[in-house]
């Protein structure tokens, strides 16, 4: 069955392998999936089944051996470099297990840059900054460098400069992996309040299945294929 593409991100019959070694490895297997406009959808699944290569996939941060992955109504394939960036940078945001805060950077500057990379004034990126980091509860905390917030802080500010460029999605992988079960909770409380405020849709590769129940729709993928359940959708024809 064609694609149809009525979706924010819409992935098509989407195969992914590595060669390691002259023998091929396969990760992800046939996967449609869809991802729609303020929808929240959590992927689960044992490690190594292919979950933040599908989500990496989906961010453009790879691309599929086979398959197809549609924005809108447009393919990513064949986009050239400066396109794919633009889209990694204004469409999607990304949020990590591991921050990836710049050290050296205060609070304020780490969620300023993304906006400062796609062209957005220095005035203007402030201002979006400080705005976020004043509604998660970090505005006093600001020009404080990573290494002078606590774990839970640093990931509410990866989770408010992954906002800053107004993404029609955020892209989230094991974001509470690396916190205890308080923090973890007030992080996943946070990005389900900013889907709700914002209508930002919200998908998150997480092993942890009390947090995935609090999702619109839960997928699980099993040795590169995936199934799901709740209010999301897989390609129609998918299993």
């Given amino acids: 069955m064609a694609c149809k593409v009525s979706a924010l991100i819409r992935l098509c019959k989407v195969d992914k392998s590595f060669t390691s070694s002259d023998k091929s490895v396969e990760i992800l297997r046939g996967v449609d999936l869809v991802v729609s406009a303020g929808e929240t959808s959590a992927i689960l699944g044992a490690s190594g089944v292919g979950k933040s290569t599908l989500l990496n996939i989906m961010g453009a941060l790879d691309s599929p051996t086979s398959g197809e992955v549609f924005y809108g109504e447009k393919s990513l394939r064949g986009l050239g470099e400066k396109a794919l960036a633009s889209y990694r940078n204004s469409f999607v945001g990304f949020v990590f297990q591991f921050h990836h805060l710049l050290p050296e950077f205060t609070a304020l500057e780490n969620v300023m840059l993304p906006a400062l990379i ?122």
């Fill in 118 to 239: 796609g062209g957005v004034s220095r005035g203007e990126a402030r201002k979006r900054a400080e705005r976020l980091l004043g509604e998660v509860g970090l505005g006093n905390r600001a020009t404080h460098k990573p290494g002078e917030l606590s774990g839970g802080e640093q990931q509410r500010v990866a989770i408010v400069r992954a906002l800053v460029q107004r993404p029609e999605v955020v892209l989230a992988d094991e974001p509470t992996g690396n916190l205890d079960s308080k923090t973890a909770r007030e992080v996943f409380d946070l990005l389900l309040e900013l889907n709700r405020v914002r209508k930002t849709a919200l998908v998150v590769v997480t092993h942890n299945e009390r947090l995935a129940a609090m999702m619109g729709s839960r997928f699980t993928m099993v040795d590169g294929t995936i199934s799901g359940e709740g209010g999301g959708q897989l390609e129609e024809g998918s299993s």
